[in-house]
């Protein structure tokens, strides 16, 4: 599985964190990558098919289909990307599945600890967000509570019933970030490789 983040720290240190707490309950993810960019939605998803692509050559290559990927994520944010809506069409023209947190993806973060209703903006969902992690800024502090994973989804289908399927854009405030938690889990139960 590759994930490839708009983000340069706070996505990928929450999956990579996620990654190690689902090896420790009975779920294994192996060869589990995670690019994070700093990009514009377009650029991630361009840059995952990039990287998609490079796999499969190389799996052909070398007559190893383990090395490429069976499944390719982007995380990225609505806040005020032109680009949003040509990465959406990308996607799904080219079978990569887009996860889309409105306004910012420390709206899935802050679902660990409390409900979402009322729309909100990045500065308040980070002011939140601090008020249960103090000191958090973009690092994901080490006893960040992973395990609220299925807590935070039911929230997140709470605040938005809709933002169910990948490549779509919800409300605000919106996640569907818990599809691929769900991939991930599945991933690990199937053992798979990539």
Not at 4 to 32: F, M, N, S, W
Request: proline content about 4%; overall charge positive.
């Amino acid at each position: 599985m590759l994930v490839v983040c708009e983000g340069t720290v706070t996505e990928k240190q929450y999956l990579d964190g996620l990654k190690d707490h689902l090896r420790a309950i009975p779920v294994e993810v192996v060869d589990y990558e995670c690019v994070g960019k700093g990009r514009d939605p377009h650029s991630t998803v361009e840059l995952a098919i990039r990287l998609r692509d490079k796999a499969h050559r190389r799996a052909r290559a070398q007559r190893d289909a383990f090395l490429a990927y069976d499944a390719v994520w982007c995380v990225v944010d609505v806040d005020d990307h032109a680009t949003l809506g040509s990465a959406l069409s990308l996607a799904r023209r080219k079978g990569v599945n887009l996860v889309v947190s409105h306004p910012c993806f420390e709206v899935w973060l802050l679902l660990h600890f409390q409900e979402l209703s009322a729309g909100t903006t990045r500065p308040e969902v980070v002011r939140k967000l601090q008020d249960h992690i103090k000191g958090c800024n973009k690092n994901i502090p080490v006893n960040f509570p992973f395990e609220r994973h299925d807590l935070a989804r039911q929230r997140a289908l709470r605040a938005d019933p809709e933002h169910c399927e990948v490549n779509r854009i919800g409300g605000n405030p919106s996640t569907n970030v818990w599809l691929l938690v769900d991939a991930m889990k599945r991933s690990g139960k199937a053992g798979d490789r990539r």
